[in-house]
C-alpha cells in the first residue's frame, strides 16, 4: 500500500468533490466524473453510487488505474476493492456530507459493494 502525503491527502479530504477518471488499456484517460470521496486511517475511498452498473466504476475497474484531481492537483492513482473498513466509512460519508438522500444512496449496499481504496501510483 502506498502512503499519502499527509499535506495533499489533508487537501483532498477538505474539498467536497474531486474528479476520477480510469485509463483505458490504451493509456489514454475516460471522462473524468465528480465522485464524493472520504479519508479514514490515512487512506482515500471512493463509490459509486450507482452500485457496479455506475460508468466511471467500470471504468476505473477495466484496468484498475487512473487520475484524480481535487484542489487544482492531479494524482496517478491505483483503484483497489476493499470493503475492509466499509461501517467506518459509511460514517465518514455521513460525517462529511450529512444524513440527505444521497448520502443514504452513498452508504446502501448497492454502493457499499464498489467500495475502492484509491492510492498514488
Known amino acids: 500500500m502506498t502512503t499519502w502525503d499527509p499535506d495533499r491527502l489533508a487537501a483532498l479530504e477538505a474539498e467536497g ?22 479519508v479514514v486511517d490515512d487512506l482515500l475511498w471512493i463509490r459509486s453510487v450507482r452500485g457496479t452498473s455506475g460508468g466511471w466504476y467500470r471504468g476505473v475497474r477495466s484496468t484498475g ?3 484524480i484531481e481535487a484542489g487544482g492537483a492531479t ?5 483497489t476493492p476493499d470493503d475492509s473498513r466499509d461501517d467506518t466509512i459509511d460514517r465518514a460519508y455521513r460525517d462529511k456530507y450529512g444524513e440527505s438522500s444521497a448520502v443514504r444512496a ?11 481504496r484509491v492510492e498514488q501510483t
Open 65 to 67: 488505474v487512473g487520475r
Open 106 to 116: 452513498i452508504t446502501s449496499p448497492k454502493a457499499r459493494a464498489t467500495t475502492l
Open 75 to 79: 494524482t496517478e492513482v491505483i483503484f
Open 17 to 38: 468533490e474531486m474528479t476520477v477518471a480510469g485509463h483505458r488499456p490504451d493509456g489514454t484517460l475516460r471522462t473524468p466524473r465528480i465522485v464524493w470521496h472520504v
